[in-house]
DNA sequence: TTGAAAGCGCTAACAC
DNA sequence: GTGTTAGCGCTTTCAA
């Protein structure tokens, strides 16, 4: 491929000036000027990148790691953070960790050598000792989520203790009183959050806690069908549930139907993250919505403030909070209880 | 950051010998390996890829490119694609291109510069002067999908004529006449494909084409949704509609009931992609699959086999093509229809 | 087995 | 305005 000398050779210039055309056109005559870019035309010279970023220490590309492509949630936050990016003039390095912890510090360690500019990680499984990395070799990082540890970072994050509340709340007001709650794995912080805002609930409603109401899922559609079957099995099938997603909301919902139940007459449900698909299957669903994409926006923002300015990582912690929201649809079987109420 | 140089002298050696320890274990005593890796370790010294992707002219990099990160299609391609980039210790650069020619071409030229060692693009809108260019600068490729010129490459793709053939075809099969097709912007050249498909489904069962049963949408839920307004106004509706992909499906479905018309008893339906949500929904969709995390794995195999063959670009050309196939499950009324008949 | 040194292609400080 | 040149941090050839 042709380079930078090529150009400045057949163009009679030096190297320099091939460059400053490039990077700083203003320091060069328009005759100059005109003749180079005519050459690298000519030559179809394309600057090699790494070289540039080698000698500017910057590589203008960033990294997205993100547990689970395949979970609507995170496409939104990549785009997110994409549209920014890409209107900063940054790529994307995406890194799907598949909720690996190994996978994300092996990712950790190419996107280190890579050099990347700065680091946007989702639903984070890593360590102190990562982030104690991240911040000694200086690299800029957002945290979109809270992780075990309370690292110190600039993060966005909706809080899930909340959220679960406002859903189990919600079910509680309708009038539910056996409600049971389909988690996420409970390594994961936010899949104990969530259980602590139902926990939370209960209590204040005096409900006592019957532990064989809580069963534990995998955020997956599957375990969200696999939760209920065995939910239903009980001597006492709970007459709400709260599951710990949307997937698994869905796959919930699947399975009542298969039991040839109905929702929410014969069992409720709330979900959480509205997705894109939850207003749109039968029943539309009750969920708690966080806006994912916006949180991706944010967080991209945060990000390239670190970056353009140069900021110390202390200087300026920011902790940025996400309001969760109760989207109140059919299948929590609200309606029915208010003209249960009014009749 | 703590480099090459640094090592050395505090490990007493030469640089040369620190690269050897990191590329070449084996070309060094065992004695000097052991003290450069334990400075290696006390400096925490990381390999600056830069610089060595200079000097190797590999970047071990590779970019997808794909046109909306919001269609559950894709992130299942970019799945198949990280899965085997990871296991090659390559990293994806995630460019989403929104349908956008120079957003594609945008990122194509950041792409080149920043020197990836291939490309793959999925329904791309590049021409055929953007492929010379990428040709020329000897940039392994593999497309996902055809487009428009014919373009020579290696390329991964379903036969959307066909597949819209299918989707039709059955839809006549089971009785119905009155067929409908929501498209996708016929600018593309996949909409296009399976329009045609569509046609001579009814061309071979002579039924005669209704210009208006043929409307134009976005590839969107809202452009489903649109489609069937649309088209429930005519003076005749459909009974049938093909919707071009599963997405504009679950639009069509939802505007159906919302006029408080039942599916497939009073408007039967069936897509085009199968996306995981399709056998979810109620009623669960009829569709078209094609393998999608497949066709990524697919596509970076062969992207892989390029960049470490070396190969030329006309020396082996695979045109690999992967095989739609109707998926029948409730939304196209098949089942009543049977029962219609043993009745 | 190891070291010296030439490159990889670019940027920017300095000199003219 | 423009050219010369010293890096940026690494790999690899060549010689020892």
Redesign the pocket.
């Known amino acids: 491929?042709v380079?930078?000398?090529q150009v400045a050779k057949k163009a009679?210039?030096?190297?320099?000036?091939?460059?400053?055309v490039?990077?700083?056109p203003d320091?060069?005559?328009p005759?100059?000027?005109e003749q180079v870019l005519e050459t690298i035309k000519e030559l179809r010279?394309t600057?090699?990148g790494l070289?540039?970023s080698?000698?500017?220490?910057k590589t203008s590309t960033i990294a997205l790691l993100i547990p689970n492509i395949l979970n609507p949630l995170y496409p939104q936050v990549a785009k997110g953070v994409e549209d920014v990016a890409h209107q900063k003039g940054y790529n994307v390095l995406l890194c799907n960790t598949e909720e690996k912890e190994h996978k994300e510090r092996d990712y950790l360690e190419m996107l280190i050598e890579k050099r990347v500019d700065g680091l946007i990680l989702t639903s984070s499984l890593l360590r102190k000792v990562d982030f104690d990395q991240i911040k000694e070799k200086q690299i800029p990082f957002v945290m979109i989520g809270k992780n075990e540890g309370n690292i110190e970072a600039n993060r966005v994050f909706t809080d899930y203790i909340l959220g679960g509340y406002l859903a189990t709340q919600h079910l509680i007001e309708i009038g539910y009183t056996a409600i049971a709650h389909i988690s996420g794995p409970k390594s994961q912080l936010a899949s104990r959050e969530k259980l602590q805002g139902y926990k939370k609930a209960l209590q204040e409603a005096n409900i006592s806690l019957d532990e064989r109401y809580i069963v534990e899922g995998d955020n997956e559609i599957e375990g969200g069908y696999l939760g209920v079957k065995k939910l239903l099995k009980l001597p006492e099938p709970p007459q709400a549930i709260f599951a710990a997603n949307d997937l698994m909301a869905i796959g919930a919902i699947d399975a009542i139907k298969s039991e040839g139940l109905r929702i929410p007459e014969d069992v409720a449900i709330v979900g959480f993250d509205d997705i894109k698909i939850s207003s749109l299957i039968e029943p539309k669903l009750t969920t708690i919505s966080q806006p994912v994409y916006k949180m991706g926006l944010i967080a991209a923002r945060l990000l390239f403030d670190c970056i353009e300015n140069n900021l110390e990582e202390d200087d300026f912690q920011q902790n940025i909070f996400i309001q969760p929201k109760l989207m109140v649809r059919k299948s929590c079987g609200c309606e029915e209880r208010v003209r249960e109420i009014f009749n």
């Open positions: 491929m380079n930078i000398r009679g210039v030096s190297v320099a000036t091939v460059s400053r490039l990077n700083h320091t060069v005559s005759r100059t000027m010279y600057p090699n070289a540039r080698l000698a500017l220490k």
